[in-house]
T-cell receptor, first 114, second 113 residues
């Protein structure tokens, strides 16, 4: 089945720094999604991307759908303590038989030191 | 009010017990999903339903069953719980013109002793 490699697994940064994380796949995806999960809560959708090359922002967050359709990137600018959490990428592949299914990365744990 | 709710939020049970986790949504979505989350393994799909009469197995359906009682309700049952079913369980929904965008409930933390 399709797999997503998400990196880094964890990051420790100082408040105010910018953050970058990415997901890569060995196969092509039609949709990329980025979620954030706070401790004890469910994942919350941050950004959805539908076109290769698409660059979309949500406040201090910017995500890009890679041109090869096999990767996506999430950047957080000027991090603040409430950015702490686990960030997941998710993608929908091109297999018509799996049009329901999202493949999830294993997450990047972000810690922000005030 | 939350769009996707799950009950209970926490549950501790013993091996062999039957457990039901419930999910309700007010988003009007047709599609509903059950996932489990384990440390280091990410989210894995257990079952999904595209409408009231449609139920499909996901990656890890063994030991689980589901019931779609109405468009807004989707329950997950563990017929005979075992310790390796200890995990966080999430319900999600999607619908409308953006079917790939799934919206998650707050989760149920299940511990099987």
């Amino acid at each position: 089945g399709q797999q997503l490699n998400q990196s880094p697994q964890s990051m420790f940064i100082q408040e105010g720094e910018d953050v970058s994380m990415n997901c890569t796949s060995s196969s092509i995806f039609n949709t990329w999604l980025w979620y954030k999960q706070d401790p004890g809560e469910g994942p919350v959708l941050l950004i959805a991307l539908y076109k290769a090359g698409e660059l979309t922002s949500n406040g201090r967050l910017t995500a890009q759908f890679g041109i090869t359709r096999k990767d996506s990137f999430l950047n957080i600018s000027a991090s603040i303590p409430s950015d702490v959490g686990i960030y997941f990428c998710a993608g929908r592949g091109t297999d018509g038989g799996s049009n329901y299914k999202l493949t999830f990365g294993k997450g990047t744990l972000l810690t922000v030191n005030p | 009010d939350a769009d996707v709710t799950q009950t209970p939020r926490n549950r501790i049970t013993k091996t062999g017990k039957r457990i039901m986790l419930e999910c309700s949504q007010t988003k009007g979505h047709d599609r509903m999903y059950w996932y489990r989350q384990d440390p280091g393994l990410g989210l894995r799909l257990i079952y999904y339903s595209f409408d009231v009469k449609d139920i499909n197995k996901g990656e890890i359906s063994d030991g689980y069953s589901v019931s779609r009682q109405a468009q807004a309700k989707f329950s997950l049952s563990l017929e005979s719980a075992i310790p390796n079913q200890t995990a966080l369980y999430f319900c999600a929904t999607s619908g409308g013109s953006r079917l790939n965008e799934q919206f998650f409930g707050p989760g149920t933390r299940l511990t099987v002793l």
